[in-house]
């Protein structure tokens, strides 16, 4: 009878920090090392446009998405039935990909629940800054201290901080950034990194085959009920956190595209994390008749209020879709392999769907 733990590991950070980004990187070990992973990805907003972009880059791996809401608050109550599920397909490790306005401690709560215990158990939680931004939180969201006081906790309650856009950034920022984490964390494992880019271990270490684990079952005769965890050579912090098993509850499947042409936000949470955060999903037509730049220019001309965007858009050669992203003030397209409908996502604080829409429908009216 198989008995081990899975090791559930939590990707945390601000939205746009890179937390997708050091996913694929993950999987990428995984597939090579025969680890068999399950993924569960959150999205605040009905649209999962991660959940596209990790299933088009990686085979058999198992992946849930939980959309409309943040595990660490509205959705809470879906994270042991999700577990649950992906605990039965018997991976290696989980690897749950946060919000980027979700708090990991909620999560690491989550799993105490009764259900679950025995049956997941917390690994370790990584936090991604994006070194570029992160040392401006405080001023950019100062009206929203909900929202402040969970990206600190992003980076206090984590066992490793991944410092990333090392590329962007100065020397002098770099030190600043590293004192920050510093004074919130000194425990944690510091890692600067371009593109999350860091040693698998930071992730992966203690971790077992299955098949590694049930031939040490069968030698020894008792179960391996304890994953076995060598500790993680770099400095980790796991104090003030729960160590017991976790869990997570059920689910929705991602989300189809709704037939709807323009937008959906999401309800804020008086409770949640992410108080003032909305999302609005808009669903051009196939070729909406403006160019690349007015459509950036549409999505940054909110200034701080847009703090991400992303999506799959036509303007490619030829109308191809393109990977659209906007994370702080930088956009990035890049190929795709998407082949649906057009649509992009807009969060930030505040965003009104109604007037985005209208705003929308004015510039794309031929
Ligand atoms: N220049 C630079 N860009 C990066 C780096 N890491 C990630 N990016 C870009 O930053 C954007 C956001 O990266 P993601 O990995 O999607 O970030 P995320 O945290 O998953 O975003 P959300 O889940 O939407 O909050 C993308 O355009 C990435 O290509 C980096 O180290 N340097």
Redesign the pocket.
Known sequence: MEQSVIPVIVLS???????????LRLLKHANENGLRVSVLMN?VGKVD??GVLVSSSTANQIIESITEGCLCCTKKSELASCLERLALQRPDVIVI?L??VANPEEIAEAMTEPAVIGKVALHRIIT?LDAEHALDYNSIFSSDRELIRTLRRQIEVADAVIA?????ISDRTKVKVEQMVRERNPGCALVP????DVPPDLAFAGIVRLSVKQLAFSRMGTPTSERSSPPLKLSLKSAGRPQQEAILVNSQPAQAQTNQSVSSSSQPDSSGSYSRVRTVAIYPEASPPLSRRHFEDFITGRGNRCL?A?GYMPFGTGGKLMLF?L?GR?V?W?PANYEGRPYFVM?GIDLNAAQIEQEWRKLTKS
């Open positions: 950070g601000f939205l746009g920090s890179g937390k997708t980004t050091l996913l999205e446009v991660d990909e919000t980027g991604v990333n856009k090392a590329d962007l990194a371009i593109r999350c991400r992303k992203q994370a930088r990035e890049s969060i």
